[in-house]
């Protein structure tokens, strides 16, 4: 009998929650990797859109003059 009772509290409360763990980690692994990939797109177009940016404001400061030369 101590071992039906070990067996029902201790194991199968252990094993459900190992489960539990489990799954919430894979599901969460998942979840970032397709955070990750929809972001890409989005981080591109900014870092685009601010070299555009930066690059008009260049030309508009120097009056599409390079002083570097």
Partial sequence: M????????LLFPMTWMGM???IGHSIG???S????KATRQ?????EEGG????GAATTAITKG????K
């Fill in 42 to 46: 989005s981080n591109q177009a900014g």
């Fill in 33 to 36: 990797d397709a955070m990750n």
């Fill in 29 to 31: 692994t998942v979840t």
């Fill in 65 to 68: 003059k390079n002083l570097g």
């Fill in 51 to 54: 070299r555009t940016v930066k």
């Fill in 2 to 9: 101590n071992l039906v009772l070990g067996v029902m509290y």
């Fill in 20 to 22: 539990f763990a489990w």
